[in-house]
Antibody
Framework: EVRLVESGGLVVQPGGSLRLSCAASGFTFVDYTMHWVRQAPGRGLEWVSLITWNGNTTYYADSVKGRFTISRDNSKNSLYLQMNNLKTDDTALYYC??????????????WGQGTLVTVSS | HSVLTQPPSASGTPGQRVTISCSGSSSNIGDNSVNWYQHLPGTAPKLLMYSDNQRPSGVPDRFSGSKSGTSASLAISGLQSEDEADYYCATWDDSLHGWVFGGGTKLTVL
């Protein structure tokens, strides 16, 4: 059974930094692209970032580009999100998400339960 | 504002058929397949439809998806109370080089 467990969510002041972690189990972690997706209170889902299986390719939403860095450690089956210069708009539940290729298309097939980041003074 | 446009709300009575639309552009829906997710409060989002019209195993055939040009739709027939949830469309955007979601549609079963 696929399991994704996020951690690291905290209350942090604007301008501060935070590192989220996601521990993966139940599948061959190195074989899959991984993502972070967030949901701000009362808002919809927003894709944040992805990292390919070997870490060589990363993409970011414009809203976090230059402030967030996604990384992974395949030896530890772990995904990370380094968040710098945090803004109040970054307040959200952050999900760790695994994708899969099926019928020549990708989709998000497994989600963690999320970790809450609150940016407030 | 979301790159993909969905109606903020939809409703129907049990047994009815409801359709949720998702409008995009040539750089996203026009060039890529669409996935749909169901999100119940307090739970992780669940894949409902992928590659425009493919149902994952376990999703009832009451759910169907379609796409035409730069728009996609999710149809739910034989509406049930447990279908009350938020629904999101999503796809890859070639210009933004990232995944984009619709703003979400809150479905109410009256």
């Amino acid at each position: 059974e696929v399991r994704l467990v996020e951690s690291g969510g905290l209350v942090v002041q604007p301008g501060g930094s935070l590192r989220l972690s996601c521990a993966a189990s139940g599948f061959t972690f190195v074989d899959y692209t991984m993502h972070w997706v967030r949901q701000a209170p009362g808002r919809g889902l927003e894709w944040v970032s992805l990292i390919t299986w070997n870490g060589n390719t990363t993409y970011y939403a414009d809203s976090v580009k230059g402030r967030f860095t996604i990384s992974r450690d395949n030896s530890k089956n772990s995904l990370y999100l380094q968040m710098n210069n945090l803004k109040t708009d970054d307040t959200a539940l952050y999900y760790c998400v695994k994708d899969i290729l099926d019928s020549s298309w990708y989709y998000f097939d497994s989600w963690g339960q999320g970790t809450l980041v609150t940016v407030s003074s | 504002h979301s790159v993909l446009t969905q109606p903020p709300s939809a409703s129907g009575t049990p047994g009815q058929r409801v359709t949720i639309s998702c409008s995009g552009s040539s750089s996203n829906i026009g060039d890529n397949s669409v996935n749909w997710y169901q999100h119940l409060p307090g739970t992780a989002p669940k894949l409902l439809m992928y590659s425009d019209n493919q149902r994952p195993s376990g999703v009832p055939d009451r759910f169907s998806g379609s796409k035409s040009g730069t728009s996609a739709s999710l149809a739910i027939s034989g509406l049930q109370s447990e279908d009350e949830a938020d629904y999101y469309c999503a796809t890859w955007d070639d210009s933004l080089h990232g995944w984009v979601f619709g703003g979400g549609t809150k479905l109410t079963v009256l």
